[in-house]
């Protein structure tokens, strides 16, 4: 059984930093490639980075890419966001997924992500 549990939100100045973490309580971490994704209010959910299953593949969202970094630890079931230079458009409900299969690449799109988290709020204030 897959669980993911985000931590790591809170509230920050315009360019500040954070880091997130997704933890993964099941025993597959290292077999799928995981992703991030965040959810402005009033606005779809959106898709903002993804690391293949052994780190070695990375794609992030144009809005995001050389701010945020993803990374993962899969001896310690985890993957992270770090996202600095942040600005008031990044403030969102940010949620970490796990693909459905055990892609060797990265996917971009929801539905190819089978588990998700419940979310960490992360508000940056102008």
């Known amino acids: 059984q897959v669980r993911l549990v985000e931590s790591g939100g809170g509230l920050v100045q315009a360019g500040g930093s954070l880091r997130l973490s997704c933890a993964d309580s099941?025993?597959?971490?290292?077999?799928?490639?995981m992703g991030w994704f965040r959810q402005a209010p009033g606005k779809e959910r959106e898709f903002v980075a993804a690391?293949?299953?052994?780190?070695?593949?990375?794609f992030y969202a144009h809005s995001v890419k050389g701010r945020f970094t993803i990374s993962r630890d899969n001896a310690k079931n985890t993957v992270y966001l770090q996202m600095n230079s942040l600005q008031p458009e990044d403030t969102a409900v940010y949620y970490c997924?796990?693909?459905?299969?055990?892609?060797?690449?990265?996917?971009?799109?929801?539905?190819?992500?089978?588990?998700w988290g419940q979310g960490t709020q992360v508000t940056v204030s102008s």
């Open positions: 690391i293949s299953l052994n780190g070695d593949s990375t």
């Open positions: 099941g025993r597959t971490f290292s077999t799928y490639a």
């Open positions: 997924a796990q693909d459905r299969s055990s892609y060797s690449g990265v996917h971009l799109r929801e539905y190819e992500y089978g588990y």
